[in-house]
T-cell receptor, first 116, second 111 residues
């Protein structure tokens, strides 16, 4: 596809359930980012991958959050034992290269997670 | 910590007029700034960027101005159209990959 895609677009989970959110990056993009966005706010950084390596996970709010990108392409953000405060839009963004390349991040449409 | 912020949370503009959205940043070491547009239910869409060695950059109907002296960034949209209605975010790059975002300005176009 031409852009970053995410699935599902909407997810409703009962508190305590585990969820998995998928990101399909732009083909060939080395860098991949996950963000959490609350209503009316800017995206908050969660984690960063360069190929399959997770170089920064400092933004993950708790150990219930886990992200992987095993083959350096598709990435999955997993949230275990979801809580109501996890309700947000989860955005994935990708970038062509590493720090020496283009800095522009291209975003997917996001997954809106609602925890009841 | 360092932060990027916006002066106005909502901006109403008459269709056809020019829009100016402002942003203040606090990290003088930032070397890259971006404006994104986010429509309801969509992810942020790249509009235009500027590096710290420039003070102005123009795109199609958009211009970004950077004033490093007062740490101020602005986005100018010429001849605003209904399709420009969205929330606009400025962001700065504070390291080799992280973006720091402001809270956003909602642009409303009046017919």
């Amino acid at each position: 596809g031409a852009g970053v895609s995410q699935s599902p677009r909407y997810k409703v989970a009962k508190r305590g359930q585990d969820v998995a959110l998928r990101c399909d990056p732009i083909s060939g993009h080395v860098s991949l980012f996950w963000y959490q966005q609350a209503l009316g706010q800017g995206p908050e950084f969660l984690t960063y991958f360069q190929n399959e390596a997770q170089l920064d996970k400092s933004g993950l709010p708790s150990d219930r959050f886990f992200a992987e990108r095993p083959e350096g392409s598709v990435s999955t953000l997993k949230i275990q034992r979801t809580q109501q405060e996890d309700s947000a839009v989860y955005l994935c963004a990708t970038r062509t290269g590493t720090s020496g390349g283009s800095d522009t991040q291209y975003f997917g449409p996001g997954t809106r997670l609602t925890v009841l | 910590g360092e932060s990027v912020g916006l002066h106005l949370p909502t901006l109403s503009v008459q269709e056809g007029d020019n829009s100016i959205i402002n942003c203040a940043y606090s990290n003088s070491a930032s070397d890259y700034f971006i404006w994104y547009k986010q429509e309801s239910g969509k992810g942020p869409q790249f509009i235009i960027d500027i590096r710290s060695n420039m003070d102005k950059r123009q795109g199609q109907r958009v211009t970004v101005l950077l004033n490093k002296t007062v740490k101020h960034l602005s986005l100018q949209i010429a001849a605003t159209q209904p399709g420009d209605s969205a929330v606009y975010f400025c962001a700065e790059k504070d390291s080799n990959y992280q973006l720091i975002w402001g809270a956003g300005t909602k642009l409303i176009i009046k017919p």
